[in-house]
């Protein structure tokens, strides 16, 4: 069945590490997204991508870094200097215009600093 | 600038009874796309329901209904018969397209409690 992989689901990380986060899809969509949920809060977007090699900043892309060197990857590194990670992360595709029904959302990863 | 609001943190309802979750947006985009989904504890989300800004019905799904009013800006959903199981963090979101890119952005969420 076709979906959206994200590993691990539980991740802790030391003060002053780097880490990735892992988001794989099989959908054959174009686009991807990272999402961040804070606890009782709603979902604020990291980074998102439209088509291989290209990514753009959503509204809370400082910290985090992207890449996308193939169509069903789309990794996200919580560097050292986001000073507060511990939170829940999700990833997410869609069709790239695609208005309708097409989002779908990975199982999340929890991040927690230790 | 492109917002969405929710402004019931919580809401509580009796099983079997319907309930009203609010929504309001803000764009200035002619076209855009409006969503509800439904985040049990277990963290996924469940995609509930869609709305079109040129759709002129109001979007049904099941026991799920959006009240859609384009001139107020605004999309509640609303849960008839409820069930325990509906119990939940409730999202609005909209699709916006911008600056050549679509993006989906999320409420701060209604989390709803439904009493036996």
């Known amino acids: 069945d076709g979906g959206i992989t994200q590993s691990p689901k539980y991740l802790f990380r030391k003060e002053g590490q780097n880490v990735t986060l892992s988001c794989e899809q099989n959908l054959n969509h174009d686009a991807m997204y990272w999402y961040r949920q804070d606890p009782g809060q709603g979902l604020r977007l990291i980074y998102y991508s439209q088509i291989v090699n290209d990514f753009q900043k959503g509204d809370i892309a400082e910290g985090y870094s992207v890449s996308r060197e193939k169509k069903e990857s789309f990794p996200l590194t919580v560097t050292s200097a986001q000073k507060n990670p511990t939170a829940f992360y999700l990833c997410?595709?869609?069709?790239?215009?695609?208005?309708?029904?097409?989002?779908?959302f990975g199982s999340g990863t929890r991040l927690t600093v230790v | 600038a492109q917002k969405i609001t929710q402004t019931q943190p919580g809401m509580f309802v009796q099983e079997k009874e319907a309930v009203t979750l609010d929504c309001t947006y803000d764009?200035?985009?002619?076209?855009?796309?409006l969503f509800w989904y439904k985040q049990p504890s277990s963290g996924e989300m469940i995609f509930l329901i869609y709305q079109g800004s040129y759709d002129e019905q109001n979007a049904t799904e099941g026991r799920y209904s959006l009240n859609f009013q384009k001139a107020r800006k605004s999309a509640n959903l609303v849960i008839s018969a409820s069930q325990l199981g509906d119990s939940a963090m409730y999202f609005c979101?909209?699709?916006?397209?911008?600056?050549?890119?679509?993006?989906?952005?999320f409420g701060a969420g209604t989390r709803l409690a439904v009493h036996p």
């Open positions: 997410a595709s869609s069709l790239r215009r695609e208005y309708g029904y097409g989002y779908t």
């Open positions: 979101a909209a699709v916006m397209f911008s600056g050549g890119y679509n993006k989906l952005i």
């Open positions: 764009t200035s985009d002619q076209s855009y796309g």
